[in-house]
């Protein structure tokens, strides 16, 4: 059965940083891409990035609204994707979803529980 | 980038009634389209992809259609556990990805 766990989330200051952490099992981590999804309270789910898997060079996509300040990673022995978050702004407050795709497709039959990021003075 | 409308935003119906929540795509995006169910404090559930094809375990009063650029969920007799918000999704931009802002269905 694939999880995916997310952790690291909590309360943050405007303009500082915070990792999240994705913990994956039940599958081959190592040939997945992963992505992140977020929701802000009351609102709707906005796509935040993406990493591809090593086999496809591992390379990341960004949305507009955090390219430049978010940074996606993996570390495939640890079944870990990252989610650095750099120059926190208020409207990053959101529930921070780890997700993974089908098999060669771009919707997520999986997702994880979610984290909390707070972005407040 | 893609935008994608839902309609309406939310609305009222009865346990037993048969609706239908639209999505429309600013582009064409031929059948890269899903949809998910998401109850409160929970994490999205995929019902159906490919605009058409209900995730394994989904019920089959579910069901969804279109192509191009207009798309429809339809629940066939509504459950009381289906009174939730319900997203689409197009990843025809994959792995780029845009949702809908919503609809959420409440008990009348």
């Known amino acids: 059965e694939v999880q995916l766990v997310e952790s690291g989330g909590g309360l943050v200051q405007p303009g500082r940083s915070l990792r999240l952490s994705c913990t994956a099992s039940g599958f081959t981590f190592g040939d997945y891409a992963m992505s992140w999804v977020r929701q802000a309270p009351g609102k709707g789910l906005e796509w935040v990035g993406f990493?591809?898997?090593?086999?496809?060079?591992?390379?990341?996509e960004y949305a507009a609204s955090v390219k430049g300040r978010f940074t996606i990673s993996r570390d495939d022995s640890k079944s870990i994707a990252y989610l650095q978050m750099n120059s926190l702004k208020t409207e990053d407050t959101a529930v921070y979803y780890c997700?993974?795709?089908?098999?060669?497709?771009?919707?997520?039959?999986?997702w994880g529980q979610g984290t909390l990021v707070t972005v407040s003075s | 980038a893609i935008r994608m409308t839902q309609s309406p935003s939310s609305f009222s119906a009865s346990t037993g009634d048969r609706v239908t929540i639209t999505c429309r795509a600013s582009q064409g995006i031929s059948s890269y389209l899903a949809w998910y169910q998401q109850k409160p404090g929970k994490a999205p559930k995929l019902l159906i992809y490919?605009?058409?094809t209900l995730q394994s375990g989904v019920p089959s009063r579910f069901s969804g259609s279109g192509s191009g650029t207009d798309f429809t969920l339809t629940i066939s007799c509504l459950q009381s556990e289906d009174f939730a918000t319900y997203y689409c999704q197009q990843y025809y931009s994959y792995p780029l990805s845009t949702f809908g802002q919503g609809t959420k269905l409440e008990i009348k």
């Open positions: 997700t993974r795709a089908g098999d060669s497709s771009g919707y997520y039959p999986h």
């Open positions: 990493i591809r898997s090593k086999a496809y060079g591992g390379t990341t």
């Open positions: 490919a605009a058409s």
